[in-house]
């Protein structure tokens, strides 16, 4: 007879070593004490130490406050690090130190870096149009890349989420971003193909695509303009943003090799029912 345990998953991450890019973002903000509450040691990655920095602090303050465990087998469990998600030898360099530091491969990846700018298509300047693909596309291949290359060498399964958006399914309205809507297409489309490259290494590579969450990047948007963000929430059925909060059920489901035991490919969109319309 089966017991609980053998069809209930708990979503715990006992043991998995965490890397958050985009560490210091707003979704990081949650996704991380929520790794950590579950058990996952986490490396923050970001693009300016002093700021992931800041963001370890707070994780460390969040989960004393809550008396979440810091040290596991004498090993810290949370780290910052500075890398720019579209430098190659950074990202090897500090998946190297993230590994030492944290004495194991990291095996868990919640790829969030990434930025949106808002620009009409005959007038986007070509250099904005080349930085942006180059963080949220490229970044997208060359971190995973090289930290699958590391899993494999060390016959280790690992589950990687990448962020992608809505975007990269409907065209937002009323704001233009070519750009930002096709990197996020790209990202949806190569989590497909990396997943079936890797699956014989049993390294599952998820997405997950939110609508609108209310964090740095869509305050860049809405700037002093409510009525965009009151165009954005007349097409949400559910009339209203996303917390960040609300996509934690999400990334344990994708992270947790039990509970997405298989699942590879795929592309959660969580998105208020934005795309139903
Ligand atoms: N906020 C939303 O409504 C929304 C919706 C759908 C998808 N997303 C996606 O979710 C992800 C997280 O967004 P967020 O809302 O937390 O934004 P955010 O701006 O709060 O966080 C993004 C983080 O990425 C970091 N980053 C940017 N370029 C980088 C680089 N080259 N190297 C390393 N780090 C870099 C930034 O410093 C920042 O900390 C992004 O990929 C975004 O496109 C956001
Ligand atoms: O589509 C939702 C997000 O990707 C993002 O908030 C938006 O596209 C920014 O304009």
Not at 109 to 138: Q, R, W
Not at 176 to 193: D, M, P
Not at 216 to 245: F, H, Q, Y
């Amino acid at each position: 007879m089966p017991s609980i345990s053998d069809i209930v998953p708990s979503f715990r991450l006992d043991g998995r070593v965490a890397v958050v890019t985009g560490g210091s973002g707003g979704m990081a903000a949650v996704l991380n004490k929520a790794l950590l509450a579950q058990g996952a040691s986490v490396a923050l990655v970001d693009i300016d130490q002093a700021i992931v920095d800041k963001a370890g602090v707070e994780l460390t303050n969040w989960a004393t406050y809550n008396n979440v465990e810091l040290i596991t087998n004498d090993v810290q469990k949370i780290s910052s690090w500075e890398c720019d998600v579209t430098n190659y030898d950074q990202i090897t360099q500090v998946l190297d130190k993230i590994s030492g530091f944290h004495k194991s491969v990291p095996d868990l990846l919640v790829h969030t870096a990434g930025f949106c700018n808002n620009f009409d298509a005959l007038e986007y300047p070509p250099d904005k149009m080349k930085s942006l693909i180059e963080v949220n596309l490229l970044g997208s291949l060359y971190f995973p890349q090289v930290m699958a290359k590391l899993l494999v060498k060390a016959s280790k399964p690992g589950s990687f989420i990448l962020i992608g958006s809505m975007s990269g399914v409907i065209v937002n309205y009323p704001q233009n971003q070519v750009a930002y809507n096709a990197s996020k297409a790209g990202v949806i489309h190569a989590v497909r193909s990396l997943a079936t490259e890797w699956a014989k290494y049993n390294i599952r590579v998820n997405c997950l695509s939110p609508g609108y969450i209310l964090t740095p990047l869509t305050k860049k948007v809405i700037g002093e303009n409510v009525e965009i963000k009151n165009a954005w929430e007349s097409r949400i059925p559910m009339n209203r943003m996303a917390d960040p909060k609300e996509f934690v059920g999400s990334i344990l489901y994708l992270a947790n090799h039990d509970a997405s035991s298989y699942t590879t490919g795929e592309n959660l969109v969580v998105d208020g029912g934005y795309q139903c319309w």
